[in-house]
């Protein structure tokens, strides 16, 4: 079982970048799918990026492609999400979650991931 614990948000204008963080603890997430999520105030948790176990295959969400980059370090153990050129619609609370896999899998539907942190604040403001 693994926990997770996403650092890195805050408040910020639009047009800068911010770096998420997700450590995780209890497991090595080299045996994991990760992925990043996000859920703006009254709205539905969407799909904001994913990325294989060992970091070879990568997927994007259409609203942040080009903008945000997810990569992994799993000898930190740690997952990140790159945001360049925020924009006031990215504003949300932004989540890192896990699931076990065998091989090189890429999920990008919530209800496929097992473990998820508690999330971090993004706000972008206008």
């Known amino acids: 079982q693994v926990q997770l614990v996403e650092t890195g948000g805050g408040f910020v204008q639009a047009g800068v970048s911010l770096r998420l963080s997700c450590a995780a603890s209890?497991?090595?997430?080299?045996?994991?799918?990760m992925g990043w999520f996000r859920q703006a105030t009254g709205k539905e948790r969407e799909f904001v990026a994913a990325?294989?176990?060992?970091?070879?295959?990568?997927v994007h969400a259409d609203s942040v492609k080009g903008r945000f980059t997810i990569s992994r370090d799993n000898t930190k153990n740690t997952v990140y999400l790159q945001m360049n050129s925020l924009k006031p619609e990215d504003t949300a609370v932004y989540y890192c979650a896990a699931v076990g896999v065998r091989y090189s899998i890429i999920r990008t539907r919530a209800y496929e991931y097992d473990y998820w942190g508690q999330g971090t604040q993004v706000t972008v403001s206008s």
């Open positions: 990325v294989s176990r060992l970091g070879g295959n990568t």
């Open positions: 209890g497991d090595t997430i080299s045996s994991y799918a």
